[in-house]
């Protein structure tokens, strides 16, 4: 597997999108990816390709020195590869060479695969947002990162 992660460029929007559309009950319009990669000034968008195809994506937002990650997704097609772990790893290296000394998310309380994979990271459960998700009404777990604490692991570099 040839995996490359760089920076989202426009042209990728409509294969991000349809791994938004994928993975997600409540995707993202493509426009807001758009916005994300051409207009928004604290956003940092990522793409994960593998063999010329995007296979992964994540945005992470820039707010003083915490690093939101906004979404993160793998392809089905890719799934269950490490994708998911490379991706945030880049995605986290990056945001601390600008500063970050935290990393925030909300995660699904019932996505316990994205949870397992963020615990491995350090990141801690901090609160919960009841009823965040509207399709169904589910609860988001909120999980936060002390980089100052963190080393990267092997496995996911």
Not at 10 to 25: Q, S
Not at 117 to 125: A, I, N, S, T
Not at 132 to 137: A, M, R, S, V
């Amino acid at each position: 597997m040839n995996l490359e992660i760089r920076r989202m460029v426009e042209a990728d929007v409509p294969a991000v999108h349809e791994i938004d559309l994928l993975a997600f009950t409540l995707p993202w319009p493509e426009r807001s990816f758009r916005f994300e990669v051409t207009s928004n000034p604290v956003s940092r968008c990522w793409v994960a390709e593998v063999d010329g195809r995007v296979a992964g994506m994540a945005v992470v937002w820039m707010i003083v020195d915490e690093a939101h990650v906004a979404t993160i997704a793998t392809h089905p097609d890719f799934r269950r590869q490490g994708i998911g772990g490379k991706l945030l790893t880049h995605a986290l290296r990056s945001a601390m060479s600008e500063g970050a000394v935290r990393s925030l998310l909300e995660v699904r309380a019932s996505n316990e695969a994205a949870q397992s994979m963020y615990r491995r990271f350090g990141y801690v459960e901090d609160g919960r947002r009841p009823r965040y998700y509207k399709d169904n009404n589910e609860d988001a777990l909120l999980m936060s990162l002390d980089m100052a604490h963190f080393t990267f692991r092997g496995d996911m570099q």
